[in-house]
């Protein structure tokens, strides 16, 4: 799809460009100097170039194409220079000219994953009260005339323009990287935006295991205020039309899905030192701190790093507060210093960022960056549009801080230390503090080494938690997330023992629990009980048999039950003895009820079954009832059901229970709350025939899988009271994301347990 809209007469074309995924064309056939050059050389950039620098390398050069088109594959930041051949001027050769350069963002495709990610960390911004300007869209600033504009200069020598030429076009088809174009500053002071309701673009970028989320606003006017500046009446000096502001949130992918570790905050210039002050006047008296403070942290450059931990949030999205006027994003309200290099001290900038109160925040509207659409061409634009009054100019999104590895590199971490030792600057965040809410297992043995987990909020990610945990020997330190930490210890005696979480260094109790240790009894795999010491099997009887050796062996067979709330059916068929069930077709999946079968309070389950499938799979065993009828649930009605299932996804601990390739147990009211004592993964049980072993027992709600028969209780808990039923059907599934998901089940036997 082009990124430019339809163009107007008068409007000259330079580059057309194609965006498609992580690859661009570009057409050049229209553009007034076709004819006027020799190749191309194609750079691949750290940044787009400032000043003296050019943070480019040269990766290929082309020749002049009959055709005027061309493309780049793969994402990054490129500039094309179009150039004259070599001249001779009286004897002396003139070396090669650039005729035309343009740099071009290749921005990598978003996934509905990272989509995911980007939309459940986003921002909130806190705006000092009597900010004026807040963060507009693309179509605010572009989609207006070119007479809007108070200065205009093209490299390519741009004629013919009119006054009621689209804004919009002219940038879409001239984003030459030596252009300069501003608006007027009447026209920008009346794009004022809406505290309640703007738009917040992002984009990302990944290297190895790293994430980079940028969110970026774009503001109609920077407005620099007389009271802020040491020279008292010289803000029309650093004023200026048009404003761009981010943050960045880093994240790493621990093998089960993406963690923040970081949030860079962009502040002002890369070359302005800045000083974090603090407040001066009582906290509780004003909205905003009315009197700036003495704290004095300061960094030598705009940008700051802030790890997860000490960054100011609401749950999982960071606070940026917005300094006033100017809207640079900042990591704590407060006070700021700001260097601006130029003109001494007289222009150098004292500011309020935000305000105080926490629940006075602004939530924008989450755009992605997509080029493909057309609404995002003017942003194709690589040359300057933002001027300051001392003649300097500057590029806007995604020609700025980007590619955003590389710009992160240069940003330091003096605020984040002064959080971390409680050295002044923690006063001015609004932290989540951690909390400790859960400890698994609940149940130990004596001598028998055991991994806890401890299960929170916003714990730390980059040191351990203090717990005492009296009566459990040689604790050892695992993994750790802003939600679990595990450790390992052994108990020595049996009782119940309780466990103390801590927060480290500051020593805040986060949370306590206690652990009930057993003496050192056997642990009975199902279906033995411990009775007087020693693991015994009650006696049972077969209420349902089934080897799938013959048609009749599905008489009474369900196989158009709903998947994703819409009436399909699943593929299947009897062969070699086995009930096969595919997913032939996207999202075209269902459940394979059986018959229904004599219930009792307890019993067993023993399922021989081959699991075949790839990163998105979940086959299940579900326990159910009557109640699993087709109708009533195309109709919504409710069923109790327990699902023994074997995911292996890319996605989180927070999606269906389970991390990335860990089988997980849920019923219908949600999670079990579970012990497992493996660590077994999910795709160690596929590609292979296994016989998994359920027992539950509907009168107490214990329910044990062994996943592999092969002596080894894999999961053990309880289901809620009100959650507990009689089993008197079983369902299988094989589903999965797109298509080749495979279930085959060999025989299923079910017996009651006395």
């Known amino acids: 799809m082009c990124v430019s809209v339809h163009a107007v007469a008068s409007v000259s074309k330079n580059l057309v460009l194609t965006f498609s995924g992580e690859n661009v064309s570009y057409s050049y056939g229209e553009a007034p100097w076709k004819d006027d050059f020799l190749g191309i050389d194609i750079y691949i950039c750290d940044k787009a170039k400032e000043d003296e620098d050019d943070p480019c390398t040269l990766v290929q050069n082309s020749p002049k194409m009959p055709n005027s088109q061309g493309s780049i594959a793969g994402d990054g930041l490129y500039r094309l220079e179009f150039y004259t051949p070599e001249k001779e001027f009286f004897g002396d050769k003139i070396k090669k000219a650039v005729r035309y350069s343009q740099y071009i963002a290749v921005l990598p495709q978003s996934t509905s994953y990272i989509a995911d990610v980007a939309s459940r960390y ?52 001239n984003g030459s990287s030596e252009n300069k174009i501003n608006l007027k500053t009447d026209v920008a002071k009346g794009i004022k935006g809406n505290r309640g309701d703007f738009n917040v673009y992002w984009y990302h970028q990944t290297s190895g295991n790293d994430l980079w989320v940028t969110y970026f606003t774009l503001y109609g006017f920077d407005e620099k205020r007389d ?37 860079i905050y962009a502040g002002h210039l890369d070359k302005q030192p800045t000083t974090f002050l603090g407040c001066g006047s009582s906290l509780t008296d004003f ?97 300057y549009i933002i001027k300051s009054k001392t003649s300097k100019w500057y590029r806007i999104f995604p020609f700025v801080r980007f590619p955003t590895s590389q710009w992160a590199l240069s940003s330091n971490k003096t605020f984040n230390e002064c959080v971390s030792a409680n050295a002044g600057c923690e006063k001015y965040i609004a932290r989540a503090l951690p909390t400790a809410t859960g400890v698994s297992p609940a149940f130990a043995a004596v001598g028998i080494v055991t991994q806890f987990t401890i299960f929170g909020e916003n714990l730390p990610t980059s040191k351990n938690l203090d717990i005492t945990f009296n009566g459990c020997a040689n604790i050892s330190f695992g993994t750790r997330s802003a939600s679990s930490h595990t450790f390992t210890c052994t108990p020595t005696a049996a009782g119940a023992i309780s466990a103390v979480v801590r927060d480290y260094p500051s020593m805040t109790v986060l949370g306590a629990f206690g652990v009930m240790v057993t003496a050192a009894n056997p642990v009975c795999v199902a279906p033995q009980v411990l009775q007087g010491g020693a693991c015994v099997t009650p006696a049972g009887q077969t209420t349902m048999s089934n080897d799938f050796s013959a048609s009749q062996d599905i008489q009474g067979w369900i196989f158009t039950l709903p998947w994703n709330s819409t009436y399909k059916t699943t593929d299947y068929s009897l062969a070699n003895g086995s009930l096969e069930l595919r997913m032939d077709q996207t999202d075209k999946g269902g459940w394979a009820l059986s018959s229904s079968f004599q219930s009792s309070d307890k019993l067993k389950v023993s399922v021989s079954h081959y699991m075949d499938g790839g990163a998105y799979f979940f086959p299940s065993i579900m326990l159910t009832n009557d109640g699993a009828a087709p109708e009533n649930i195309v109709e ?31 019923d219908n009211l949600g999670c079990v709350a579970s012990s497992k004592t493996s660590a077994t993964t999910s795709s160690s049980l596929f590609n292979k025939w296994i016989t998994t072993v359920i027992v539950y027992d509907s009168i107490s709600g214990a329910l044990t899988v062994d996943y592999e028969n092969d002596g080894v209780a894999d999961f053990f808990g309880k289901i809620a009271v009100e959650n507990r039923f009689k ?15 495979l279930h085959r089940i060999d025989s299923v036997k079910v017996e009651s347990i006395n």
Do not use: M
């Open 636 to 666: 919504g009605v409710a069923f109790k059901n327990i699902q023994v299932g074997f995911v292996r996804s890319y996605y989180g601990p927070d999606y269906a229970c389970s991390a990335y390739d860990i089988p997980r147990v849920i």
């Open 727 to 741: 089993v008197s059907r079983l369902a299988f599934g094989t589903f999965g994301w797109h298509t080749g998901h």
């Open 122 to 173: 986003a921002p909130k911004f806190s705006f000092h009260s009597n900010e004026n300007f807040f963060p507009v869209s693309i179509n605010d600033l572009f989609k207006r005339n070119y007479s809007d504009l108070g200065f205009a200069t093209f490299q390519d020598g741009y004629r013919g323009v009119e006054s009621s030429d689209s804004l919009a076009e002219v940038l879409s088809n």
């Open 287 to 383: 909205f905003d701190c009315a009197v700036k403070g003495t704290l004095g942290i300061r960094w030598f450059n705009g940008s700051t790093t802030v790890d997860w931990e000490n960054v100011s949030r609401v749950e999982s999205s960071p606070i940026v507060y917005v300094a006033h006027g100017s809207h640079a994003n900042t990591p704590a309200y407060g006070w700021y210093y700001i260097e601006t290099g130029s003109f001494e001290i007289a222009t150098n900038v004292t500011e309020p960022a935000g305000n105080s109160i926490s629940n006075n925040l602004s939530s924008g509207n989450l755009i992605s960056l997509d080029f493909s659409k057309p609404e995002f061409a003017p942003l194709t634009y690589s040359g």
């Open 227 to 263: 009271e802020y500046l040491n020279g008292g009446v010289l803000s029309s000096l650093g004023s200026h039309t048009v404003d761009r502001e981010s943050v960045t949130i880093k994240f790493t992918h621990d093998g089960t899905s993406y963690v923040p570790k970081q949030v």
